[in-house]
């Protein structure tokens, strides 16, 4: 099993900026990587960014790209996802995902979510 614990959230006007942590444990060993997801009020559950442990790859959704950036901090077991430019059309419930998929095509392991809030 794989325990994830984001944090982070909180309510921030439109154009300002919030930094993300999922804090991993357990057999992370067994996991090739960290996504992070998110959902609004209405609206299904969407991907945002994903990052493997090792390596330097990382994705982006095409509505973040440019704005937000996906980190990790191996040590820490610890994925950080700044998020800048914020727009009232980010504020949705984002949680993090610990894949088991090489591909990091699907996800395992979901932690309980941090609410963004972002004011026009």
């Known amino acids: 099993q794989v325990q994830l614990v984001e944090s982070g959230g909180g309510l921030v006007q439109a154009g300002g900026s919030l930094r993300l942590s999922c804090a991993a444990s357990g057999r992370t060993a067994s996991t090739y990587g960290l996504g992070w997801f998110r959902q609004a009020p209405g609206k299904e559950r969407e991907f945002v960014s994903a990052?493997?442990?090792?390596?330097?790859?990382?994705v982006y959704a095409d509505s973040v790209k440019g704005r937000f950036t996906i980190s990790r901090d191996n040590a820490k077991n610890t994925v950080y996802l700044q998020m800048n430019s914020l727009k009232p059309e980010d504020t949705a419930v984002y949680t993090c995902?610990?894949?088991?998929?090489?591909?990091?095509?699907?996800?395992?392991?979901w932690g309980q979510g941090t609410q963004v809030t972002v004011s026009s």
């Open positions: 990052i493997r442990w090792s390596g330097s790859s990382t």
């Open positions: 995902a610990a894949s088991d998929s090489r591909s990091l095509a699907a996800y395992r392991y």
